[in-house]
């Protein structure tokens, strides 16, 4: 069984450029989760995908956006960069809809915005 | 508003001595609750769920909701509970909101 991986582990971008970051889901699961942890602080709910749909979002603006394929990896895009998007960007799996159920955490991205 | 809150952002306590991380939160409704543990240089993992009603490590917790609480307690802790804990709530599918976190430092 393979746990949750992300990718880039780092990245570093200016400000107004877009960013792709990528999470390969553990084995067997069907839904991610996207969060934002910013230095000192707890993470940030984005957005979570099942089965491809969008299932429920926190308190982002557009501009973060993502996708679930087929396999259940899944992509978060952040367009026009701003310096606050600086933090680091977890991605969880879990089994079934529903975003109590237990999740999987990825080690993150983190993402510098200059 | 749907909010977490932990008052403490670092607890010290001595190897053997109880603790207790609290964890208070708003909601309107029934929520789900979790607590979070994120060891040194591991991955953010559940420690436990109050639907389970399970005890993880020694560790339990209580959700109160009369106090919109869920303290999280262990009779004596170990230098291997050091870590950093989340407290967090779902609303089943909606939204999955964490506490800013607790420090736990257990001294020799």
């Known amino acids: 069984e393979t746990g949750v991986t992300q990718s880039p582990t780092h990245l570093i971008k200016t400000r107004g450029q877009q960013v792709t970051l990528r999470c390969s889901s553990q084995s067997g699961h069907n839904t991610v989760s996207w969060y934002q942890q910013a230095l000192g602080q707890g993470p940030q709910f984005i957005f979570q995908y099942y089965r491809e749909e969008e299932n429920g979002r926190g308190n982002f603006p557009p501009r973060f956006s993502g996708l679930q394929f087929p396999n259940y990896s899944s992509e978060l895009n952040v367009n026009a960069l701003e310096l606050d998007d600086s933090a680091l960007y977890l991605c969880?799996?879990?089994?079934?809809?529903?975003?109590?159920?237990?999740?999987?955490f990825g080690p993150g991205t983190r993402l510098t915005v200059l | 508003a749907q909010r977490v809150t932990q008052p403490e952002k670092l607890l010290s306590v001595f190897k053997g001595a109880p603790v207790e991380l609290k964890c208070n939160y708003s909601?309107?409704?029934?929520?789900?609750l979790f607590w979070y543990v994120q060891y040194s240089r591991q991955r953010l993992q559940l420690l436990l769920r109050h639907i389970s009603r399970e005890s993880i490590k020694g560790f339990t917790a209580d959700l109160n909701k009369g106090e919109t609480s869920f303290h999280l307690k262990k009779p004596f802790a170990q230098e291997e509970d050091s870590a950093m804990y989340y407290c967090a709530l779902s609303n089943y599918g909606q939204n999955f909101v964490f506490g800013p976190g607790t420090r736990l430092s257990v001294l020799p």
């Open positions: 969880a799996s879990s089994l079934a809809g529903g975003v109590g159920d237990t999740q999987y």
């Open positions: 909601y309107s409704g029934s929520p789900e």
